[in-house]
């Protein structure tokens, strides 16, 4: 990449598939991105890039580069394949860029206790945002890499379920759990296969995911 895509990069703004930082100071921010990229459709960190779409780079890019890769070989589970190259400014300023294909390995954690692995967090990519997947994220992206057929029953749950949002946009684990009075671990057990079946469309969120009807 030279300056001149660099440039036409950034002036696109941040999204789903693109994020800038300034600095390599808060390294865990930057891995983040890095592993919501992996478990969602893949993206550009671009380090020495401003919020604001200035580029002032890096001054010791060597430094930096060495940090994020040791940051990221170290503290992702499973290994995520990914690419860094760097952009020369002026000054002998770099701007680095990490490439991240979506992964088929996915869904990769961040442990940021090596002597605690159980203490894991996935990330994914929502809109500008790198926000901490659910369960039920986590387990689809499991059952989307298993890639088998599945079935499901359509008993009374489904039927309350698909009532409501025949009515409503979208529905909550803990609304679906209530609605159908089931315990939340068969609500949640039940979206899951729906959405992994190709029924219903999950948009995860920091607060709380929704469940809607997929499109057809």
Known sequence: MDY?????LVRRGEGSNLEFKLKTNHPEKIIRGVVAFANTNGGIMLIGVGDD??????????EDEYLLVRAIDKYCFPKISYSIERVSLFDE??????????????PHYIIPDL???ENKKAYVR?????????KEVREIMKG???????????????HKLMQHLGEHNS???????????VSRKIASRTLVLLVLANVLEIHPSDVMDKYTSRAI
């Open 171 to 181: 529905i909550t684990v803990d609304l679906f759990a209530s609605i159908a009075g």
């Open 4 to 8: 001149r895509a660099l440039k036409d």
């Open 126 to 134: 929502v809109a500008d945002k790198s926000v901490q997947a659910s």
């Open 144 to 158: 989307e890499r298993a890639a088998r057929d599945i079935r499901f029953t359509y008993g009374d749950k489904e």
């Open 115 to 117: 002597a605690d692995p």
């Open 93 to 106: 300023r770099e701007v680095l860029v990490i490439r991240v294909p979506p992964s088929p390995n996915r």
């Open 53 to 62: 779409r200035t580029i002032p780079g890096l001054k010791y890019a060597d």
